[in-house]
């Protein structure tokens, strides 16, 4: 098993930014792609950016050139850099990750999940 723990989520304005940071711990090399999903409320959960254990970067296109997704130098943590925030990313953000590698857009194509990390942006 792998447990997640996030941390950084939080209030910001519009405008601001945010970092969020996941820690891996237990069979922490079945992790070797870490991501991102948020869920709105009243929406679905979607992909918001992934990272493989090479470091190969994947996003979604919503936030391309706003975030950035890195891997800790253990490669066991992965944290995801949010600037130039707006209202509409308002959501719960779950860390995530999968024993193999690849980027996957899909929530069920990955196994292990966060309890998730509250972002709102206010306008």
């Known amino acids: 098993q792998v447990q997640l723990a996030e941390s950084g989520g939080g209030l910001v304005q519009a405008g601001g930014s945010l970092r969020l940071s996941c820690a891996a711990s237990?069979?922490?090399?079945?992790?070797?792609?870490m991501g991102w999903f948020r869920q709105a409320p009243g929406k679905e959960r979607e992909f918001v950016a992934a990272?493989?254990?090479?470091?190969?970067?994947y996003y979604a296109d919503s936030v391309k050139g706003r975030f950035a997704i890195s891997r800790g130098n253990a490669k066991f943590s992965v944290d995801l850099q949010m600037n130039s925030l707006k209202p509409e990313v308002t959501a719960v953000y779950y860390c995530?990750?999968?024993?193999?590698?690849?980027?996957?857009?899909?929530?069920?194509?990955?196994?292990?999940w966060g309890q998730g990390t509250q972002v709102t942006v206010s306008s």
């Open positions: 990272i493989t254990w090479s470091g190969v970067a």
């Open positions: 237990g069979r922490t090399f079945d992790t070797q792609t």
């Open positions: 995530t990750t999968r024993p193999q590698g690849g980027v996957f857009t899909k929530g069920n194509s990955y196994d292990y």
